[in-house]
């Protein structure tokens, strides 16, 4: 049984031991999306990392997201080699403005049909992805 | 102030026939022999080259490996590896190299064995990358075809571009391609189906990798190489082929921002400085050498070049006016492109190479007394971090 389940292709997991993110995936397992911003030049930072891009004398705080974004654009993957993703297809992979500011790399979920039911502007909420250690941000239209 | 200066020239180029090697030659083997030949063709030989330039893609220290390994002594040593720009990127650094006394005769070299190798590149996984914001991003599936096809999705929002637009790279390249020996043997070695021009209808019609792009609008996966010699004015004179000037060139970065427009390349920042030191414009170019590894690449690109406004790139390309034989715009990718003749993963040297060929005269699509091209590389993901790299070159 514990053979045949290893076999089953998982998703790409992030890693929790990434000194830049393990701070934002630690947060997902309480299902919080978090987000840094300067609190000296007010400059948001996506992805995270452990100083500033907006000023050389950054103080960045960890802010957390209501979760509410907007499509800014998409695909629908038909073709994929990796194992996952190959039993996914098709499926969409979108950019998601958060309302806060940062502009992120998902999939959306929770459509019928993704060749016909996601849209550029369309806006959509976090529909998280639980997983023992943390929870993958995935999105599904409003 | 346009100051176009005539300091550096490629004498010498080579692109390696094979597109399939069947894992008889290493990549290395390909450079060493693209080098030699291209050499040749420049009449020079190793012991003249003073400065190597590689994109660092095979292994670390490449700058000190592939000397040893072509036996030379270069006292100028580049391995910035930007991805498929690279070379262009190589091309704008040996022009300064020479123009600062430092080098007279620059060697770029490329070799791939990305299709025997069956390396998975446009719909890998994008699992455990490199990229800083990797942990961020690999979870999602996003192919590197999907990436594109984002641009793509964006453009048709923004600008009511439609894939019959699009398609028009596609058929562009294919009617070049079909002219060019090898690409039709390129083509026939990758198992291409049903070789021949191609229409409008059927790139449409052609299967969906990732919306909205089609098939027969993503680049192949070939074997290759190629390699390009640059020397200084007083060699150049000596050379065995005419030379073709670097006139200008320019270079830039962009990578996901908060609030970026995705239809916009860095092209944007490399093309007026490349232009502008060349003193000419878009519309006086002959040959548009751009990196086609999709459809919409080519389209963004032609709008960020200054070939036509942002979002006018759809309707601008309708009519064929991109074929070798047809006015109105420049030859575009006259060797067939990455689409139809040849993309071993990095395809900027090649850029170069036919560019030079249109400028001897030497093209299977040739352009009557084309005197002026441009080659643009973009490196990297059009819809994520990328480079771009333009380079301005023109004949006597």
Known sequence: MAEEQKKVPTRPMPKLTELDTADFWHATKNKEFKYQQCANCQTIVWHPRAHCTGCVDGDLQWKTSKGQGTIYSFSV???????????????????VDLDEGPRFLTNVTGVEDPLTDVHIGQRVTL???????????LVKPV | MATQSRDAAIVGVYEYPSRDVEGKVNPLQIKAASAAKALADAGLTWSDVDAIYDASEGA???????SEYFGIKPSVIDTTGVGGSSYEFHAAHALRAIRDGKAKVALLTYGSTAHSSAMAIGAGGRG?????GDNMESFAGQTLIANYAMVARRHMHDYGTTSEQ????S?????HAMRNPEAVQAMNDLEFLNIRETTIEDVVGSRMIADPLHLLECCMVS??????????????????????????????????????????SAGVESAPVAFGEAGVTPAEIDIAMIYDSFSITVLTLLEDLGFCAKGEGGAWVEGGRLRFDQSGGPALNTDGGGLSSNHPGMRGIFLLIEA?????????????????????GNGGMLGGRHSAGTVILGRD
């Open chain 2, 128 to 132: 455990g990358g490199i990229a800083p």
């Open chain 2, 60 to 66: 670390p220290m490449s700058g000190l490996m592939i």
């Open chain 1, 77 to 95: 993957v038909r073709l994929s080699y990796h194992p996952f993703f190959r039993s996914k297809v098709p499926y969409a992979v979108a950019y």
């Open chain 2, 223 to 264: 074997d290759g190489g190629g390699a390009v010699v640059i020397a200084s004015a007083d060699v150049a004179k000596n050379c065995a082929k005419t030379p073709v000037w670097i006139l200008g060139t320019g270079e830039a970065t962009k990578y996901p921002q908060n609030g970026a427009d995705l239809t916009s």
């Open chain 2, 356 to 376: 030079v060929r249109q400028l001897r005269g030497e093209s299977s699509s040739q352009v009557n007394d084309a005197k002026l091209a441009v080659a643009h």
């Open chain 1, 127 to 137: 529909d998280w992805e639980e997983y023992e250690e943390l929870s993958i941000p």
């Open chain 2, 166 to 169: 699009l398609a028009e790279i």
């Open chain 2, 171 to 175: 058929t562009a390249t294919r009617y």
